[in-house]
């Protein structure tokens, strides 16, 4: 990847996970019971990956941790 792709890339990233923890907090305090539903579909996702850097458990890792992430922020926002 070129270091213009690789930026853009990273950007993108984070733009998105912004987007979609806003996203969780918002349908979370709307709707409770997202987070929980989230958590329980993890056994699900694994990583596409089909050579060496294939790693179910670390992607699962990311996806716990952005949970964790939604839920700490939801509650200090006044959940």
Do not use: N
Request: aromatic share 4%.
């Amino acid at each position: 990847m070129s270091d213009d792709t690789t930026v853009q890339v990273r950007q993108r990233e984070i733009a998105t996970e912004h987007l979609l923890f806003k996203l969780m907090e918002y349908v979370e305090d709307k709707h409770p019971g997202l987070l929980e539903y989230l958590e329980g579909s993890l056994d699900h996702l694994g990583d596409p990956a089909r050579d060496g850097t294939q790693d179910d458990e670390a992607v699962r890792g990311i996806a716990r941790k952005m949970i964790v992430g939604a839920r700490k922020q939801g509650m200090a926002s006044g959940d």
